[in-house]
């Protein structure tokens, strides 16, 4: 009787130690937000006000005010699953799985990106020159962009996974 009971209590400490959530679940920002699209492409202006009601905490402070993740924290740092990236603000396509690579950095990376998803500013933060990327929809920040790539491109879409929304291939 007393090696059931460690038993199931071995168990039960077990389950208790596992995720809640699957990585692949959508924030529950997301689901409230009457904004997000994967087809519509009408560019989303907003407020910051705005934003803050509709994103997650962790998703605002990336997004809207271009704070990063931690590295090596992220889903989607070593994810190598077949599908698209999405924009989490807007769902606005900005990756295939195709353009990833392992680029050791601690953030996903991408050697190409879909070219009418993005747009490009001018970062001069932290005492550094950079290329910061933003959603081309929604003008999420999404992270930056550097010249040390692999080839043939020599570019490495430096992002944040927070920023970013899986759907797997054939969905």
Same mark, same amino acid.
């Given at each position: 009787?007393k090696?059931?009971?460690?038993?199931?209590?071995?168990?039960?400490?077990?389950?208790?130690?596992?995720?809640? +959530?699957?990585n692949?679940?959508?924030?529950?920002? /997301?689901?409230?937000?009457?904004?997000y699209?994967?087809?519509?492409?009408?560019?989303?202006k907003?407020? +910051?006000?705005?934003?803050?009601? /509709?994103?997650?905490?962790?998703?605002?402070?990336?997004?809207?005010?271009?704070a990063?993740?931690r590295?090596f924290?992220?889903i989607?740092?070593?994810f190598?699953k077949?599908?698209?990236?999405?924009?989490?603000?807007?769902? +606005?396509?900005?990756f295939?799985?195709?353009?990833? @690579?392992?680029?050791?950095?601690g953030?996903?990376? @991408?050697?190409?990106?879909?070219?009418?998803?993005?747009?490009?500013?001018r970062?001069?933060?932290?005492?550094?020159?950079?290329?910061?990327?933003?959603?081309?929809?929604?003008?999420a920040?999404?992270?930056?962009?550097?010249?040390?790539?692999?080839p043939?491109?020599? /570019?490495?879409?430096?992002? +944040?996974? /927070?920023?970013?929304d @899986?759907?797997?291939?054939?969905?």
């Amino acid at each position: 009787m007393k090696s059931i009971i460690i038993s199931l209590v071995g168990i039960f400490s077990l389950l208790h130690c596992l995720p809640k +959530n699957s990585n692949m679940e959508k924030p529950q920002s /997301i689901k409230k937000n009457s904004y997000y699209s994967l087809t519509d492409s009408t560019p989303v202006k907003l407020s +910051n006000e705005e934003w803050h009601k /509709i994103l997650s905490p962790e998703l605002y402070s990336i997004a809207r005010e271009a704070a990063t993740e931690r590295p090596f924290t992220g889903i989607y740092n070593d994810f190598d699953k077949k599908g698209n990236y999405y924009c989490a603000a807007c769902g +606005n396509h900005l990756f295939k799985s195709d353009y990833k @690579f392992a680029s050791s950095c601690g953030w996903p990376s @991408f050697f190409e990106v879909n070219k009418e998803g993005v747009i490009y500013k001018r970062d001069s933060s932290h005492g550094m020159e950079r290329t910061e990327v933003l959603c081309k929809r929604c003008e999420a920040h999404l992270g930056h962009v550097f010249n040390d790539g692999p080839p043939p491109m020599g /570019i490495r879409y430096c992002m +944040n996974s /927070i920023s970013l929304d @899986f759907v797997p291939e054939g969905e």
